[in-house]
């Protein structure tokens, strides 16, 4: 609870939640990331809610209507739904059957029923008979007094609760093709009569329903078991139902379950199954942005080949292929066209030899795309003097950035192609510093992300980029505008702004600098600073994760065990030497102590793994040189809540099903693989015509 109500503190005061996680453990009882992003969002939660009693509770003074035990109901209700039942009564409404029936004065008829006394019915309605009330029988006026219990059902506060439970607990979501959609719609054939229970149905198949109904493919519905669900209201509405079967006059009785049935049919399911619908929507678009949330972190730390010389090229084979050369860097030094794919390809190879040699190559990156596979084997064919290593690298959203401001501000003189092959060379390099360039959504890694809550998706992949972007750190003299802005506490101009100094000003020397900066004030270097690293400063504190307000203390541990800043930075044994107990404070307490002396030990460590070069199987290269049976390596390209596909490198992605994951029931595909992954998967089926490849991890 403390640590709770420290988070939201800090939070309002503007802190991000990288820096509270990293360096306000203190005070959130060291509470990680997901924790915090977890108290912000209740904290908006919360806020929509009460934003919204605001809203009712000014409609209902305006229309003088408020009274205390409403107002009291209104402030005690945790939830949106709550709130919104207690309301339907005095929702201003289009003019309803029971507003018609009211206006003709059968709303004192409608009571006398609801209180199911013995009298007769046909008596008490023929007395509101009138010309004047403008109804003209006695039937019209029953007619109009069921109208009216049909609303008062309908705004029943326990009876739309009790509804509630029966739709979430049983009720069925079903599909079925429209009629003259059958060949329009083949895609979603698996739907064209399909039922579940929709409690229990995953996230895919509701999204993929949803996608039909909203290309006017498939029909949907989500209602529960109407019998059940009129026994229910039946139960709350009416007394007693032993009594009423024999004392209580019959057509007093019938007609209230004639109202039920009505408010029922044409009120209350259809108010519930809208509801539902949308809650099932926003679980199954929780669950699709959650798994995707997974994949992107997986991929933004994908293991770095780290400051190579790097040649890359961006495959084809009508256009040719674009090469690329850039420095440990990242920079184009060099760009040129081959085209190893006609009759004589000398020519080709010896570009390419000419390149390497030239520019002291170490790796050579190949787009995933077309051509990618029979460019590998073009490249693997030249021999060269020096080991280099040759990557198949994915190239999802290149042909995106490289059309976008940023790569046409880099490079104004240059097409899309050879912005293209840079961006597949740097992703090489460094995923994460390339691949913030993008938007999330076009790289590939998602499921139904374009169906999704847009604005839940954009901020849980913001969340995963930050979180990812400050994790590994920055250095703050080589970074693009596009990574210091992911910084904790930056923002698109200030990022623009360091750019900007270094350009004209040199390089960063020392963290101070950096309150040189256009708008850098000391808030925003509070939440920065241990962030960004100085490759080569003065003060070697500026280049580990440790931050500034700690550098007094980290003086007095090298002080205390009579040593400099730099003897004790890598210096384990002396690091292991020093007891913590005596810096504590009430400020700095063992958690970040402890923070201090990991970074001492290994200052500015890159949490992400070694990178591993990766091969496809060199006798496959098409989907027809697949059997079933024969074991191959893949790179897992994209989990979902069904599976993994995994690319074996024939130019179409192979799926490997849930079921197919491993020797034993697996609940979550996340729980066994990650995006970029590499596996041993077994061919299963192969269906050439559509293109579809199924595999198993099963034994591998």
């Known amino acids: 609870k403390a640590g709770v109500s420290a988070v939201s503190q800090l939070l309002d005061q503007g802190c991000t939640i990288p820096f509270i996680a990293r360096y306000r453990k203190e005070k959130t009882g060291s509470l990680d990331e997901v924790a915090i992003a977890g108290i912000r969002d209740q904290m908006e939660q919360l806020s929509t809610l009460n934003d919204r009693k605001k809203a009712v509770i000014k409609s209902l ?20 739904t709550e709130l919104e039942d207690i309301y339907e009564k005095y929702r201003p409404k289009k003019i309803t059957l029971a507003q018609i029936a009211k206006d003709k004065g059968l709303e004192p008829l409608a009571d006398l029923i609801l209180k199911q006394k013995d009298q007769d019915l046909f008596l008490e309605a023929k007395k509101y008979v009138s010309a004047q009330n403008r109804v003209e029988t006695v039937e019209e006026a029953i007619s109009g007094a069921k109208d009216v219990i049909a609303g008062i059902i309908n705004e029943d506060v326990d009876t ?6 029966l739709f ?26 399909w039922s579940e229970i929709a409690c229990k149905a995953p996230s895919h198949r509701i999204l993929a329903m949803f996608r039909g109904q909203n290309q006017s493919v498939l029909l949907i519905h989500v209602l529960p078991d109407q019998e059940k669900a009129l026994q229910i209201i039946e139960k709350l509405i009416i007394k007693d139902q032993s009594r009423s079967a024999h004392v209580i006059d019959s057509s007093i009785t019938s007609t209230i379950q004639s ?75 060099h760009h040129d066209v081959i085209f190893p794919f006609q009759s004589n390809d000398t020519k080709a190879k010896k570009i390419i030899l000419n390149l390497v040699k030239k520019y002291g190559t170490e790796a050579i990156a190949i787009g995933n795309g077309t051509a990618g596979r029979e460019t590998e084997v073009f490249i693997k064919t030249i021999g060269f003097d020096s080991a280099i290593h040759i990557v198949m690298v994915d190239e999802s959203g290149a042909s995106i950035y490289s059309a976008s401001k940023s790569a046409r501000d880099e490079f104004p003189d240059h097409d899309i192609t050879v ?28 499921q139904y992300q374009h169906d999704v ?3 839940l998706l954009k901020n849980s992949l913001d969340d995963v980029v930050i979180s990812c972007v ?53 808030k925003a270097f509070k939440q920065a600073a241990g962030f960004l690293r100085i490759h080569g400063a003065k003060n070697p504190l500026d280049r580990s994760g440790i931050h500034p307000e700690s550098y007094k203390l980290v003086e007095k541990m090298a002080k205390d065990v009579r040593l400099d800043i730099k003897g004790l930075m890598h210096n384990t044994p002396q690091i292991e030497k020093i007891d913590l107990s005596q810096y504590l404070s009430e400020s700095v307490g ?6 201090i002396v990991k970074e001492l030990k290994n200052p500015g460590r890159d949490p992400r793994k070694e990178f591993q070069a990766f091969s496809f199987d060199e006798k496959i290269h098409g989907i027809k040189d697949l059997v079933p049976g024969m074991k191959v390596p893949g790179i897992v390209t994209n989990v979902t809540a069904f599976g993994a596909f995994v690319d074996i490198g024939v130019h179409r992605d192979g799926l490997v099903h849930i079921s197919h994951m491993a020797d034993y029931f697996v609940k979550d595909p996340n729980k066994i693989v990650m995006v970029r992954q590499a596996v041993m998967v077994t061919i299963l089926e192969i269906d050439v015509k559509r293109e579809r490849i199924s595999l198993s991890m099963k034994g591998n």
Do not use: W
């Open 590 to 595: 063992m958690p970040t102590l402890k923070d």
């Open 259 to 333: 109202a039920i049935k009505e408010s029922y049919k044409r009120l209350l399911s259809k108010s519930i199954e809208k509801e539902y619908i949308n809650e099932l929507k926003a679980k199954a678009d929780e669950t699709a942005i959650h798994v995707f949330a997974e994949n992107l972190n997986s991929l933004l730390l994908s293991s770095p080949l780290g400051q190579k010389r790097i040649l890359a090229i961006d495959p084809g084979f009508r256009t040719g292929c674009k090469v690329v050369c850039l420095d440990a860097q990242g920079s184009l030094v």
């Open 168 to 193: 979430v607990h049983t009720a069925l979501i079903q599909s079925k093709v429209k009629k003259g959609k059958e060949d329009e719609g083949i895609k979603f054939k698996d739907y064209f009569d």
């Open 160 to 165: 739309r609760a009790s509804i509630r439970k």
């Open 61 to 80: 003074k305006e229309r003088d209507l408020l009274n205390t035990t409403l107002l009291a109901a209104i402030q005690n209700a945790g939830l949106l």
């Open 419 to 446: 912005r293209g092959a840079v961006s597949i060379g740097r992703r090489l390099m460094d995923p994460l510093s390339e691949l913030v360039k993008l938007d999330p959504k076009s790289i590939g890694v998602g």
């Open 453 to 455: 809550d847009q604005k």
């Open 470 to 522: 400050n994790q590994v750190g920055v250095e703050a003299n080589t970074a693009s505008s596009e990574l210091l802005c992911r910084v904790s506490g930056f923002n698109k101009t200030i990022a623009e702004n360091m750019v900007k100094f270094r350009n004209e000003k040199g390089l960063f020397k020392s963290r101070k600098d950096f309150l040189k900066v256009a708008r850098l004030g000391p």
